[in-house]
């Protein structure tokens, strides 16, 4: 099965498609979560009380306090702090998140392993079947 998908990846356009639609289940169902998201949050007290604390946290993105805060937030949310809406939203949110990585994966996966074990033919491979001579790969010695 691998062996006819790697064949298929050999193609440039069924590759540049594939990788198209790898490239939007990785952004566009997360900018769909965020507006969908926003959009209800907004719609509760609780939800309003929360961005009001998330605006006021504004913090640097490789902040170690911006992490802490939202996982505090994540916590308040979870404890019912902000309302059973906005719990219910997170625990949403979590199997969402959950199935966009298992989707990622479905994806992403089968076309690096088809690559690695089946690269092109003009292509010297360093690991799989065929690995070229000289490649000290799986345990071989040195020449």
Known sequence: MFKTFAHWLHDGTFLSIYIGVLIAVMVLPMVMLARWYHGKINATTGGRDLMKRQNAVRVGPHSQRGTGDAAGMARDISSGRYGEDAKRMQNRVYIICLGWILGIVALAGPLIYAQSQYPKP?????????????????GEAAA
């Open 122 to 138: 003009d292509i010297s491979s360093q690991t799989g079947p065929g690995a070229g001579p000289g490649c000290r790969c799986r």
